[in-house]
């Protein structure tokens, strides 16, 4: 008899369950302040992914595969640039040079009426410059393909 059916025939109950009765919380219960962002939460599941992939930093880049012992260099497969970052692809991989200027010009048209922050010496960081923005999807969209 395994262990687990001589457990529940002699009615001793698990240790998880004594530590859920003890909170009173039978479900995960994310704090009010995290919320996730809708734009992600909306997407279909891969793409969601990807984007949490990347702003995690565990995406499929030179940089994170030799990190995983993956890979034995953290060259960038696509022009052989010494490391392939996150930073690399999104405004340096010339092969990507098209979908970079898509991104960047939807950026800037969609922060630029956006008010200064005092003090900020960049420019200033906003749901529309967040990664879920529409310009920022389409990258994702155009590099799944």
Known sequence: ??????????????????????????KYRPSEKQKPDPTAARANKRLASRFFQLKTGHCLTGQYLVWTTRRPDASCWWCQYKIQTR???????????????????????ETRNLPAQ???????????????SGAARRFSISSLQ
């Open 1 to 26: 008899m395994s262990s687990a059916g001589f457990r529940r025939r002699s009615g001793r109950r698990p240790r998880a369950k004594k530590r859920l009765d003890k909170t009173k919380n039978r």
């Open 87 to 109: 930073q690399h692809l999104f405004k340096n991989c010339p092969q990507w040079k098209s979908q970079q200027k898509t991104l960047w010009t939807t950026v800037l048209e």
């Open 118 to 132: 005092p003090g900020a010496r960049t420019a200033p960081r906003s749901r529309s410059c967040s990664p879920t």
